[in-house]
């Protein structure tokens, strides 16, 4: 099981992110399949490319080294000066042969060898080579009979034509394998970024979705910057370990296997001397994964954290400026954003040594094996061609140990993000709802409250023993001052919390056993601090439900009277309106929030200081549509204005989270008791 531990103020993952990340691409698997083999066919074509070259070094380019035997006219690749030759024949069926030497910068021809011959000069051509003839135009080779002819620049391109004929059948192949090789790296990238989006697009989602079964608790306790991070940056940050990170580890692993195995088939001691290094580079690989997964830890905390401090800012700027603390807050960004610059530092510095030291290492074992190579070659016992593809091979097999090294820098920023995003997938949702709910056929309204206890926090109680009824289409308004549990009352309705101790029913039926979409959907909930979306007037009241028509969205702002204003707007029910409605007025915004309620028509109204932000020739606007509004409907009002509130059927005064006095105004003023003293208190300052 994953545990959940706090780390600098965020909460950090412990768990098996592996196959938590390998399940998201569970449905992709027959493309990951195509794209490892078409990496296979790539990496195979990779291997081949170095081989292309050595044989047109070793058998074409310096095919002069190599015998020619007599034969046939049938059987000749090449005819020269009378002479049938051939490279390609078989040991034991030519017993006559012509040889080229090279001395001095210049080709000579020797003709009519016999293989005693033929070995003879092969010996000498190896060595130092010396000429006992007067002049150039032929090579007398000291202390025998051999005597070759020089070649001009036509009997070389004569001679030699079926090689340069070798060497372009070599580049068409070599052209031919790079092709290839393009498409089926053009294949693999295309689909591998498509199920990489594809994963991403679905991870993003996932979060979104979990983010709103969350109860309000974890947004109370949450920053928004936080929140935002991990569906923006940390998916972000997972995008190039889907797309590119994990094919590219499955392909730099099959590449160093096919090149080690490759160099062991070629020669097995230089293959020894370069897996020599291995070892060394896989330490200091393990030291770097561990000091860089503490670092990208560090970073996406520091980032999440400066997200946050950023989002509260941009929010509280009207704040800011109003109390002319630009400068401080500059400071304070300042010293987040050195604090986050440093820890980029400490990153960019380990890796910054971690490369160097990799390709240090891979330079060693590449000197090692051209020195030994270069011996080898030398004292005959590997070709030049040979060397060639071991060489290549050489720096192609520390690519890919350089890449898998430099690519543990993008997994585990990759990881790091998988930590922060699985944190908030195994956040639960602390309000669980029983497996098969009570579906009331139609909710009345009828609330109870029966000894009901509730704390936000352990057990600083907010609301203690509290019990109370309202009866269906009962208007019930409570009071008290700030902090009394009011609004705790509304939220707890509603199942956005849940309570410790006691009971609350809804229509006889404890809201625990009651479906919360059902309960929710039945309340129509109008708060004093309005949230209004990015969109348009329309979108606002809808709220993107498409069964409210177009007609239901007017009627309903008619009825609140917000049509009042609306169709004054440029636009009308079209007007654009940005984030947080910072174009309309508060009471604008309160109007908004009255039409987009009655649009849905919910069975219970709740009204959480609802009329504090409309003026009073507004308020005394609506005062009609709030009758039409309630009527039928059970409505819970919290208020702190009593003028608004005195024609409730019942009115329950609040006190440090118990209830102290209930009933109408004229009955609570007749008790003389807190409420009394509340309504005295409002109406000297009216007065």
């Known amino acids: 099981m994953a545990r959940i531990i706090e780390e600098t103020h965020e909460t950090s993952y412990v768990g098996d992110i592996f196959p ?37 070094i070793d058998d074409y380019i310096e095919g002069y080294d190599r015998e020619y035997a007599y034969v046939d006219q049938e059987q000749a690749q090449v005819s020269y000066d009378g002479l049938y030759l051939t490279k390609e024949y078989e040991e034991d069926t030519a017993d006559t042969f012509a040889y080229m030497v090279y001395y001095n910068d210049s080709y000579y021809f020797f003709r009519d060898l016999s293989e005693d011959d033929l070995d003879k000069i092969k010996e000498i051509a190896s060595g130092t080579v010396e000429n006992s003839a007067p002049d150039d135009t032929v090579l007398e080779l000291p202390g025998t009979d051999y005597v070759g002819q020089l070649m001009d620049t036509e009997d070389l391109k004569l001679l030699r034509k079926n090689d340069l004929s070798g060497v372009v059948k070599i580049a068409i192949l070599y052209g031919g394998v790079l092709i290839m090789t393009f498409f089926c790296n ?52 997972l995008n190039m370990m889907y797309t590119t990170v994990i094919v590219q580890l499955f392909r730099n692993t099959v590449l160093i296997i096919g090149y080690a195995v490759v160099m062991i088939s070629i020669n097995l001691r230089l293959a020894l001397v370069c897996f020599l290094f291995i070892p060394v580079i896989f330490g200091i690989t393990v030291v ?81 094996v051209i020195y030994l190579s270069g011996r080898f070659v030398l004292d005959g016992a590997l070709t030049l061609g040979t060397m060639y593809i071991f060489v290549n091979y050489i720096n192609s097999f520390f690519q890919p140990i350089q890449q898998l090294a430099e690519q543990f820098s993008t997994l585990q920023n990759a990881l790091a993000s998988a930590e922060k995003i699985f944190t908030i997938l195994d956040e639960k949702n602390t309000i669980v709802e029983d497996k098969e709910p009570v579906i009331l056929d139609d909710i009345k309204g009828k609330i109870e409250f029966k000894n009901v206890w509730f704390a936000y926090e352990g057990n600083d109680y907010v609301l203690k023993d509290v019990s109370f009824t309202i009866n269906p289409g009962e208007k ?63 979108s606002n009241i809808r709220l993107m439900n498409d069964e409210i028509t177009d007609e239901q969205v007017k ?25 947080r409605g910072s174009t309309l007025s508060a009471g604008q915004r309160q109007l908004l929030s ?55 059927d019942n009115i329950i005064v609040m006190h440090k989270g118990q209830i102290r006095e209930s009933g ?7 008790q003389d008791g807190i409420y009394k003293k509340l309504y005295q208190i409002q109406q000297h300052h009216a007065g």
């Open 20 to 56: 938590r990340l390998f399940g998201y691409m569970k449905p992709h698997l027959k493309i990951i399949f195509v794209c490892l083999v078409l990496i296979m066919i790539i990496t195979g074509l990779d291997l081949i490319r170095p081989m292309l070259i050595a044989t047109a």
């Open 186 to 237: 053009l294949g693999q990238t295309w689909l591998l970024q498509l199920t990489g989006q594809t994963v991403i697009y679905t991870i993003r989602q996932e979060i979104f979705k979990h983010i709103h079964t969350l109860p309000l608790r974890f947004f109370d306790i949450t920053p928004v910057g936080r929140i935002v991070t991990r569906v923006t940056n940390d998916v972000e940050g």
């Open 288 to 368: 770097f994964r561990k000091i860089s997964r503490k670092i990208y830890r560090m970073l996406r905390t520091k980032v999440s954290l400066l997200n946050t401090f950023l989002s509260e800012n941009i929010s509280g700027m009207k704040l800011i400026q109003i109390f002319a603390r630009e400068k401080e807050k500059q400071e304070e960004f300042e010293e987040k954003t050195e604090d986050l610059y440093k820890s980029q530092m400490q990153n960019i510095t380990v890796f910054s040594v971690f490369r160097p030291i990799i390709f240090v290492i891979s330079n060693f074992a590449l000197a090692s």
């Open 476 to 538: 019930v308004a409570f009071v008290g001052a700030t902090g009394a549990g009011k609004s705790s009352i509304l939220n707890l309705i509603g199942r956005y919390y849940d309570i410790q101790k006691g009971e609350i029913l809804i229509d006889g039926v404890d809201v625990r056993h009651l479906s919360t979409k059902q309960i929710r959907k039945a309340i129509g909930q109008v708060q004093q601090d309005v949230f209004v979306f990015t969109g348009d007037i329309k």
């Open 555 to 579: 009627d309903a702002a008619v009825a609140v009277n917000a049509d009042h204003f609306i169709k004054n707007l440029p636009h009308g029910y079209d007007e654009p309106v940005t984030e």
């Open 594 to 648: 009255f039409a987009r309620t009655l649009a849905y028509n919910p069975k219970i109204l709740v009204m959480d200081e609802a009329t504090a932000n409309i003026d009073t020739e507004t308020e005394l606007l609506i005062q009609g549509a709030l009758e039409t509004l309630m009527k039928g409907r059970t409505t819970i009002m919290v208020a702190h204005r009593l003028s608004t509130i005195q024609h409730a």
């Open 664 to 670: 109408t105004h004229q009955q609570l003023l007749e």
